[in-house]
């Protein structure tokens, strides 16, 4: 097991680093010079930007380091990377780092939230359309998974704010001010998502019910409920955990529409305005993020799949 956990985190960082790389030309050889960009922050309201000189861009350049060789750029960039230095934001001149923090707790809240919405109507709704396949119970489950994954997050959110909060006042509609606020926007995310996911374990469900051990358990009188909670239902999860792992990481980016809607204080937002303000270094630092974001919950669901799937295990002898 430990073996196999140096060898996975020792792909992740691999993968992080060749991320760094592409990140970092990608920000390099995009359109706009990004000393440029620096200078256009800090003309004053009412002044005219054509004021900026060559020698003012010359000048920010040889600051920011722009005019020593890339291979140089990116290994002084990836030491302060390495510090925890993701720079400074060309908009508010504060720490990238602070800003990130600052958001961060309110995205991870709402991105938690969601994902437990999800599985508790996820995991009902898929088992019980893998137990009683063909069955009323089985039609309704899809015909709702089907509402779910057809309905934009915008309209949903609109919805819900109408009913618990406009009709019945139950509900906290905009911001984060009190606990109970994340309920409609968590609510908002988790359905959407778990209407696929509801979709792909009913699916995991009857295929692991199709191979021919469980076939040959049924025949011999195993009720198919206990068939299907024993020994289905740990494999059928594979599949399930890996578009969770997806949709973790997309949620933690930032639900930007979602977010929007209920004014939510998250990184979604804070990065949406860095795009239309072509704040460059928030964009690298927050992608960044993101990306270590990515290979740590893949690591954690590699670990998983062992616990869940005895053929990991055995595999992983044969290849050792």
Same mark, same amino acid.
């Given at each position: 097991?430990?073996?196999y956990a140096v ?5 992740? +960082? ?23 960009a620096?200078?256009? %922050?800090m003309? !004053?309201?009412?002044?005219d930007?054509a004021?900026? %000189?060559?020698g ?5 350049? !040889? ?48 991105a ?9 109507i996820a995991l ?11 069955r ?5 489950t899809r ?5 779910? !994954? ?11 704010? /109408? ?23 968590? +609510? ?6 778990? =209407? ?11 295929? %692991? ?14 009720? #198919? ?15 399930v ?13 930032? =639900?930007?529409?979602?977010?929007t ?8 937002? /804070?990065?949406?305005? =860095?795009?239309?303000? #072509? ?7 927050f992608?960044?993020?993101?990306a ?15 616990? +869940? ?12």
């Open positions: 097991m430990l073996a060898k996975r985190a020792f792909a992740g +960082l691999s993968v992080l680093l060749g991320i760094t790389v592409v990140i970092f030309l990608m920000l390099r050889f995009i359109p706009g010079d990004p000393a440029t620096v200078l256009l %922050t003309v !004053e309201p009412g002044l930007s004021q900026i %000189t060559q003012d861009i010359q000048q920010m350049r !040889e600051q920011m380091g722009l005019n020593d060789p890339l291979p140089e750029q990116y290994v002084k960039w990836l030491g302060l990377v390495v510090s925890g230095n993701l720079g400074t934001s060309l908009r508010s001149r504060q720490p990238i780092v602070d800003e990130l923090s600052v958001r961060l707790p309110a995205t991870l809240a709402l938690g939230t969601s994902l437990l919405v999800m599985f508790v009902p709704s898929g088992i019980l359309g893998g137990l009683y396949a063909g009323p119970v089985d039609h309704a015909f709702l998974s089907l509402i779910g !994954e057809s309905m934009p997050s915008f309209f949903l959110g609109v919805l819900l704010i /109408y009913l618990f909060t406009i009709e019945l006042g139950w509900l906290p509609a905009l911001g984060w001010q009190r606990p109970e606020s994340i309920i409609l926007p968590a +609510l908002t995310l988790g359905t959407g998502i778990a =209407a696929a996911t509801s979709r792909l374990l009913r699916a995991s469900l009857l295929d %692991t019910l199709s191979q021919p051990y469980m076939l040959m358990a049924e025949a011999k009188g195993m009720p #198919r409920r206990i068939l299907l909670f024993r020994h289905a239902l740990r494999p059928a999860l594979i599949p955990l890996t578009s969770a792992s997806l949709v973790a990481g997309g949620l933690l980016g930032g =639900a930007a529409v979602v977010e809607v209920f004014a939510w204080p998250g990184i979604g937002r /804070y990065v949406i305005e =860095a795009i239309s303000g #072509r704040d460059y270094p928030v964009i690298q630092g992608t960044l993020i993101m270590a974001m990515f290979v740590i919950i893949n690591f954690t669901v590699d670990m998983l799949y062992r616990f +869940l799937d005895p053929r990991v295990r055995v595999e992983e002898g044969n290849h050792g």
